[in-house]
């Protein structure tokens, strides 16, 4: 099973909006509504942002958004402020032998 | 409120078994529901999922490590242990575990132990 694909960056100034997109395949993000993002500040542990495609967690600012199409998810952040600078990684449910598949991490910078 | 906590060694030489514990507070893997998964990171490197383990003793495998993992759980101890054997350098990285929601998580981990850094070297 192989890593979801991302790209290794993205960026935007403050008040914008950033799309990170999420590329599976028909076993995993294109066959299940589980995908979750997480983000990892630098030295700090992942946080859940993101799961069943499009649930926040209790706390999670709705400036956090996420959708799916086909076999690509996407996770927009909205209103973009200094903190959230950091990785974000994307994971799919890929059936019950591998229920989770992490993705390859996308580093988002506030300009 | 929920926390786990990871504990091991630090470093272990190449071909040794790595045992990990994480110990659990603030909810029991008794509990119907509960899974509690291991998840690695190397240096500047993504996120991979290891393995989980469910309240039930349902246990699952990342396809790629499983012929080297064995989850398991005591619950009169609070805790999950995971052990992977045949270390290597490759293997250095952070190790976490983190708890997970069978029934309405989506299959997501919504509450991370704080890491174990685990380096592999002679």
């Known amino acids: 099973q192989s890593a979801l694909t991302q790209p290794p960056s993205a960026s935007g100034s403050p008040g914008q909006s950033v799309t990170i997109s999420c590329t599976g395949t028909?076993?995993?993000?294109?066959?299940?509504?589980?995908v979750s993002w997480y983000q990892q500040h630098p030295g700090k542990v992942p946080k859940l942002m993101i799961y069943e495609v499009s649930k926040r967690p209790s706390g999670v600012p709705d400036r956090f958004s996420g959708s799916k199409s086909g076999n690509t998810a996407s996770l927009t952040v909205s209103g973009l402020q200094a903190e959230d600078e950091a990785d974000y990684y994307c994971s799919s449910y890929a059936g019950s032998n591998n229920p989770f598949v992490f993705g390859t991490g996308t580093k988002v910078t506030v300009l | 409120q929920i926390t786990l906590k990871e504990s091991g060694p630090t470093l272990v030489k190449p071909t040794q078994t790595l045992t990990l514990t994480c110990s659990l507070s603030?909810?029991?893997?008794?509990?119907?529901?509960?899974?509690v998964g291991w998840i690695r990171q190397p240096p500047g490197k993504a996120l991979e999922w290891l393995a989980l383990i469910y309240w039930d003793d349902d246990r699952r495998y990342s396809p790629s490590q499983k012929s080297r993992l064995t989850i398991t759980k005591d619950t009169s101890k609070n805790q999950v242990v995971l052990t992977m054997t045949t270390m290597d350098p490759v293997d250095t990285a952070a190790y976490y575990c983190?708890?997970?929601?069978?029934?309405?998580?989506?299959?997501?981990?919504?509450?991370w132990g704080q890491g174990t850094m685990v380096t592999v070297s002679s």
């Open positions: 983190a708890h997970s929601r069978y029934y309405d998580g989506g299959y997501s981990f919504d509450i």
């Open positions: 603030g909810f029991s893997l008794s509990t119907s529901g509960v899974g």
């Open positions: 028909s076993s995993d993000v294109g066959g299940y509504n589980y």
